[in-house]
């Protein structure tokens, strides 16, 4: 406008006083003096006075209903914390930056010294800084005056980030670094005394940004290290600030913060200068090892594999890298290296002079399993705590690690030679003393027992002889590494499920996880996480529950995931939940990528050379397809599932033990009623084999599998013609699924009678029982099956007779359905 020429007024504002707003709140709220006197404050000091930003404050309190009018009082009424906490505009922030300039340089110099520590800081923090810069408290209070800084409690914030990064990013660059480094030294200084000396108190917490520090030398590690290596000249000195990183990390860590843990080690590292590790092998070693253990917590595989190469490239017993190497083999699984994963194994084991041959085979596993046996026989479960406490570290230690990290995992190439291993490691670790690894060791054995040999007493003695080292060790059964984390999901999900309640089980694995979680063992609390969901899908909890929380569980395994496998299997639960349930959910978008079906993820499998999750992914479909009725698509799930769980691809000894279970429940269903359908004397072999094998565990646990054993006696009667016997055994196992609380199988074992009674012309039986299948997959939680009953003809006008509840004796007693 001036450039044209036009003719224009210039009008100068001056700040409103506080008197100013006092009479303006006045006349708009009606309201008198001593009334609005505190809330004129709060304005002047949000706005500095200027006019028209008073004017948009107090829209702003009346927009977001911090100033209403209250009909109970008839005035205008208003909550004074929360406009003091309205956040400050922009523009006034600028506005109010604009007027620094006014404050003095001890001011001036206070405000940028706080800018420092981020947004937010606090009293404690301030009182230990007074002997750094005088006239702190009393800049303070000039700079809640004027609006600068905002204080609640003991914690101070600027009232705008803007004003903040303005202070902060007005200083030069080497001004900001040398300030920083001041604060970091002098806050370091204090941090090696006593507390309680600096401030009268033993125990506070310091703010700095959002965090909250109860220990001055991390403080003093952030300062320093946002100076930069680069402002640092004594050597000496960074040394120093090596070791305060160092001391940093490990409290993070120690707090399961292992993300800043990492930040404080690799900053430490950053200190360290040239020939480091000649001048201080010892801090070099530790941060370097530290280090690599939160990388790999926080899933940077590059960075393990980086810094790990440092470490390796040291002069020193090799022994003394294995825990290294460790963490290295696991970082390769986790990016499914596999080929490179093997390799180095066996070169670790090679140097270490463990002659395992990869070829071995079963005659020489065999071999193996009877002389740890008769080594093993005996000791007692005492014994093996006396053993427990032999057990001195050291380096000797390191070489047990390592077979039994690589010997966990390598049965995806030679089941024989992780056999092998794990006989050696036993061995060891009788003749050396049993440290908490071992337990790792008995765990994996005690499950080869069972699942090699059915042999499910020596199963449950090693369970014992592994839950003796853990509780020894730790002092409950909690596991504090990586080893007895892999011990406690071998016993509760895999030996366990054999002789307990699945449901059960099911918290003792969420807990795992969640204490996993603690340690940074992100792989291990997805696996338990993985193991207990599907337990209580499996194992009769309502599926309503378990539907309304599966896609933040799906959620939060895809957030942590370090390995895709368990999420994916984890989406398959899902998806079989929506056939029960008819609850319909994308799940495929939680995982992402280019899947969007089930046969998408078979491809992938198949490509990728997962066998894991190719069974799994059969057996969930073997499930789907018999709860549609489609026993065709079943059966040859069925066969695809059985075929690779005794392929040597994935005939490891930690195949999900319920999908075992499950396969040969669901594959005898759909092969004797195929057989009755379609007939084939090989179908009804097949079905007979899966019965004597549910057989078997029904002679193991009575109380686990009591019920499905007779459903499938059943079916085998009612396909060879002998139908009183058959009617018999549903009864049987109507009653035993009542009587032990599987409301799931108790729908199931209704719906298979009325379909026998069915079959054999008793109309009437049959609406009875599918009427009572109805009501308890309802109850259940599968309302898709339940409706399927509907859509197939049954009337469910009429009213049921007296209700069965789970647990309890019906009225027709232990004769009658």
């Given amino acids: 406008i001036l450039s044209q020429g036009l003719n224009t007024t210039e009008i100068c504002l001056s700040s409103l006083s506080k008197t100013d707003i006092v009479d303006m709140l006045m006349t708009e709220l009606k309201l008198p003096r001593r009334m609005v006197d505190e809330l004129a404050d709060i304005v002047r000091k949000k706005t500095s006075g200027h006019a028209l930003y008073v004017v948009e404050l107090l829209n702003s309190l009346l927009n977001e209903s911090i100033l209403t ?78 609006g600068i800084i ?46 309680s000396t600096v401030t009268g108190r033993s ?13 001055l030398v991390t403080l003093a590690c952030d300062q320093i290290n946002r100076a930069g290596v680069d402002a640092v000249d004594d050597q000496s000195q960074k040394l120093i600030f090596s070791k305060w990183n160092l001391s940093s990390g490990k409290k993070m860590a120690n707090e399961s913060n292992f993300p800043a843990a990492l930040y404080y080690f690799e900053n430490g590292i950053s200190f360290l200068g040239e020939n480091s590790w000649q001048k201080d092998h010892k801090l070099c ?79 020489m596993v065999r071999c193996r399993m009877a002389h740890t046996d008769f080594a093993a026989s005996r000791y007692t479960v005492d014994d093996i705590v006396s053993l427990c406490n032999k057990a001195n570290g050291g380096a000797s230690y390191n070489v047990l690690k390592i077979m039994i990290i690589f010997g966990f995992d390598s049965p995806i190439y030679s089941p024989n030679m992780s056999a092998v291993l794990n006989c050696v490691s036993i061995i ?25 040999n059915s042999d499910y007493d020596a199963g449950k003695r090693w369970a014992d002889f592994s839950r003796a080292v853990i509780k020894h060790h730790v002092g409950t059964e ?82 942590y995931k370090t390995r895709d496998t368990f999420p994916k299997m984890t989406a398959m639960d899902c998806i079989l939940l929506m056939e029960l349930t008819g609850k319909s959910q994308n799940y495929f978008s939680v995982i992402g990528g280019s899947i969007t079906s089930v046969d998408d993820w078979v491809a992938e499998a198949k490509l990728i050379g997962d066998s894991f999750l190719l069974t799994y992914i059969h057996e969930v479909n073997l499930m789907r397809s018999y709860w549609k009725g489609d026993y065709v698509a079943a059966e040859e799930h069925f066969h695809n599932a059985s075929l690779l769980l005794v392929s040597h691809t994935i005939a490891f000894v930690h195949t999900i033990s319920h999908t075992i279970v499950l396969v040969v429940f669901f594959g005898c269903l759909v092969s004797f009623q195929l057989y009755r359908e379609l007939g084939g004397d090989d179908r009804l072999k097949e079905g007979t084999k899966m019965l004597e094998r549910m057989e078997r565990w029904y002679h193991v646990s009575p109380h686990l599998f009591e019920n499905k054993w007779h459903l499938l006696k059943a079916e085998h009667l009612a396909s060879i013609g002998k139908d009183c016997d058959a009617e018999a055994s549903y009864i049987q196992a109507i009653n035993a699924s009542r009587d032990h609380g599987y409301i799931h199988d108790l729908g199931l074992a ?54 069965l509840h789970i647990g309890n004796k019906s009225k027709r007693g232990r004769d009658g359905p």
């Fill in 478 to 559: 909690k596991g504090i590494s990586y080893e007895s984390f892999l011990a406690l999901i071998t016993l509760n999900a895999h030996i366990d499920i054999w002789f307990s309640p699945w449901r059960e089980i099911v918290p003792k694995l969420m807990d795992i996880s969640n204490e996993a979680l603690k340690f940074g063992e992100i792989d291990v609390a997805i696996w338990s996480r993985s193991e207990g969901w599907q337990l209580g899908l499996h194992g009769g909890e309502n599926l309503s529950l378990i539907s309304d929380s599966s896609l933040a569980h799906l959620k939060w395994m895809q957030k």
């Fill in 150 to 195: 905002d204080q609640a409690g003991p914690i101070l914030m600027f009232t705008h980030d803007l004003i903040q990064q303005a202070v902060y990013e007005g200083m030069d660059l080497d001004a900001r670094q040398s300030l920083h480094l001041r604060l970091g030294i002098y806050l370091g200084d204090m941090g090696m005394k006593d507390i």
């Fill in 285 to 363: 070693s530790s941060l370097y090892h530290d280090a690599v253990s939160a990388a790999f917590r926080v899933g940077q595989f590059d960075t393990v594999s980086e810094l790990a190469t440092e470490i390796l490239e040291q002069e020193q017993p090799y022994e003394d890298t294995i825990e290294i190497q460790g963490f290295v083999l696991r970082s390769l699984l986790s990016e499914y290296k596999f080929e490179e994963w093997w390799s180095k194994g066996l070169h670790i084991l090679g140097r270490l002079k463990i002659g395992i041959d990869t070829s071995a085979t079963d005659e």
């Fill in 203 to 215: 125990k506070q917490a310091f703010f700095a940004g959002n965090l909250a520090i109860v220990d």
């Fill in 750 to 803: 209704y719906e298979l009678l009325g379909r026998f009674y069915s079959a054999n012309g008793s109309n009437a039986h049959c609406t009875h029982c599918l009427k009572k299948a109805h009501l308890f997959y309802t109850q259940w939680g599968a309302t898709a099956v339940a409706e399927r009953l509907v859509e197939q003809g049954l009337d469910l006008k009429s009213t049921l007779g007296a209700d």
């Fill in 69 to 146: 009018y209250s009909t109970q009082k008839c005035q205008y009424d208003w909550d004074l914390n929360r406009a003091d906490f309205i956040r400050t505009g922009d523009k006034v922030a600028e506005f109010i930056y604009s007027n620094l300039s006014s404050l003095t340089q001890e001011s001036q110099f206070v405000l940028q010294m706080l800018s420092c520590f981020g947004v937010q800081t606090n009293v404690s923090l301030l009182e230990v800084l007074e002997n750094f810069q005088t006239g702190i408290m009393p800049s303070l209070r000039e700079f809640i005056r004027r």
């Fill in 428 to 452: 060891y670790s009788l003749g050396h003393g049993v440290p908490l690894m071992s337990s790792a060791s008995f765990a994996t054995y005690g499950l080869w027992k069972i699942k090699e």
